[in-house]
């Protein structure tokens, strides 16, 4: 159980268009996910909270306006990569809760965005 | 701020080995601590998941420990195989907050050699 789908796992877009990633919880509720951004050989660095009904939370640095972030039902959010330029390519993952929440996180697969 | 370090960076062994991974964090007041695994290109992979007010769990070939008072934690690995080769990270959870997010260290590339 708690299983986190992230699609798609790889996507390759020119600069300036737009790219949506989508994260479903598949058997659970998400009330709130998390989108995490990885650069090569470093670790995860939380990008914003995303809360089901109401705007997002987007940590210091973080361009609300470029990586916009929908959670309109309790099993689905998007991050938006917007105007994408190649300094946004990058391995994007996100997560949740997992129910009761002490039993920690469940994580999405990824998604490798590259810009060119 | 909480900070979560993770040593060491990279570790090569063969296989049969036993080993132990660390994981030092700088606020002691966490929920509690997870282990993931990471294959290259992958997303994350739970392991282990320690509360605050437990002192190790076991899984398998795995053991992690939490001292949290020293801000510590440990993952062992038993018997180690190549398929055990990714990258290990561990993230604490804060116990102050509400936004529940977790904080990662850098993690340790495992590679474990036929």
């Known amino acids: 159980g708690a299983v986190v789908s992230q699609h798609p796992s790889r996507v390759i877009c020119k600069s300036g268009t737009s790219v949506k990633i989508e994260c479903r919880s598949l058997?659970?509720?998400?009330?709130?996910m998390f989108w995490y951004r990885q650069f090569p050989k470093q670790s995860l660095m939380l990008m914003a909270t995303s809360n089901e009904g109401s705007k997002a939370t987007y940590e210091q640095g973080v361009e609300k306006d470029k990586f916009l972030i929908n959670h309109a039902s309790l099993t689905l959010s998007t991050l938006t990569v917007t105007s994408a330029h190649p300094e946004d390519s990058s391995f994007y993952i996100c997560s949740a809760a997992t129910p009761q929440g002490s039993y920690g996180y469940t994580f999405g697969s990824g998604t490798r965005l590259t810009v060119v | 701020k909480q900070e979560v370090t993770q040593i060491p960076a990279a570790l090569s062994v063969p296989e049969g080995e036993n080993l132990v991974l660390n994981c030092s964090f700088t606020d002691s007041a966490i929920y509690n601590l997870q282990w993931f695994r990471q294959d290259p290109g992958k997303g994350l992979t739970s392991l282990l998941l320690?509360?605050?007010?437990?002192r190790e769990q076991t899984s398998g070939r795995l053991n992690a420990s939490l001292d949290k008072s020293s801000g510590r934690s440990t993952l062992y690995i038993a018997a180690s195989q190549p398929g055990d080769s990714a990258t290990y990270l561990c993230?604490?959870?804060?116990?102050?907050?509400?936004?529940?997010?977790?904080?990662f260290g850098s993690g340790t590339q495992l590679t474990v050699l036929p």
């Open positions: 993230a604490v959870r804060l116990s102050s907050g509400s936004a529940r997010q977790l904080t």
């Open positions: 058997d659970f509720q998400a009330t709130t």
């Open positions: 320690i509360q605050s007010s437990q």
